[in-house]
């Protein structure tokens, strides 16, 4: 299996996986200069998009590996296109409801995340240590919930929505396609597609920062 990436979440991925699979895992990055050949002199560092395609064509599973939303979905299709098959990573302390709980593809779900019932996360969402998806939450594609961030009931992210580190969205928010919420923000009303929200309580400090290339 691939990861994309080699450094940071990255880092993180391998540890989920590792404690849940032993496949053999490779990593990709082909724009960090000196990066050692083996992560933590074990796992392959590919740097070439020739080398992934050799790979897929043995082995075409590959997991994100990077934080980012839009840099999530633009690797994720470049793999698409060289055949490669998006997966999906959850941590083994990870806290998954059982009752209609709809998962996309290519979601990292990270150590002791929660994903409560009646909810729906899309596409290459990822979810990040602690943070917690509460009951009839719908998450769009390639958002990033950041660690300990609290998404409460009834709440709705469109795509490309960051979401900080202990951020809090309070119940029934709506956050518009490529917003983003600061680390700490308590959200306590509705946010434009694109807007920037800080603070507590939080407050529009951008309005078109996210939608510039959506
Ligand atoms: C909100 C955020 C996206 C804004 O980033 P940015 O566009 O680079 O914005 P700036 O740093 O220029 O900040 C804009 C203003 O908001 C303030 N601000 C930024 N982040 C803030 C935060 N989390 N809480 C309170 N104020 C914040 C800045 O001080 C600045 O205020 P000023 O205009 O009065 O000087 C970013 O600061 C942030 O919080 N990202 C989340 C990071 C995170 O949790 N990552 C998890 C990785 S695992």
């Known amino acids: 299996m691939l990861v994309v990436g080699a450094r940071g979440h990255a880092i993180e991925v391998l540890e989920c996986l590792r404690q849940s699979s032993d496949a053999q895992l490779f990593f990709f990055d082909d724009v960090t200069p000196d990066l050692e050949p083996q992560l933590f ?7 070439s998009l020739d080398e992934v395609a050799r790979l897929f064509a043995q082995d075409p599973a590959f997991v994100l590996g990077l934080g980012g939303g839009k840099l999530r979905k633009l690797l994720a299709q470049k793999m698409a296109g060289l055949g490669g098959v998006l997966t999906s990573v959850i941590a083994p302390t990870a806290q ?19 994903i409560s019932n ?41 795509d490309l929505v960051l979401v900080g580190a202990n951020a809090t969205v309070l119940p029934r928010v709506v956050v518009g396609e490529g917003a983003r919420i600061g680390a700490g923000a308590v959200v306590i009303q509705d946010v434009p597609a694109g807007a920037t929200v800080v603070g507590v309580p939080g407050r529009v400090v951008r309005r078109n920062a996210g939608t510039e290339s959506l």
Not at 121 to 131: I, R
Request: glycine content about 16%; aromatic content about 4%.
């Open 41 to 47: 002199g074990r796992y392959p560092v590919l740097r």
């Open 96 to 114: 998954i409801g059982r009752y209609e709980v709809s998962l996309g593809p290519g979601l990292n779900v990270m150590h002791h995340a929660l």
């Open 118 to 158: 009646a909810t729906q996360l899309g596409e290459g969402t990822l979810v990040n240590a602690g943070a917690a998806i509460h009951h009839n939450v719908t998450v769009g594609e390639y958002c990033e919930i950041s660690p300990g961030a609290r998404i409460l009931g009834g709440c709705q992210l469109h």
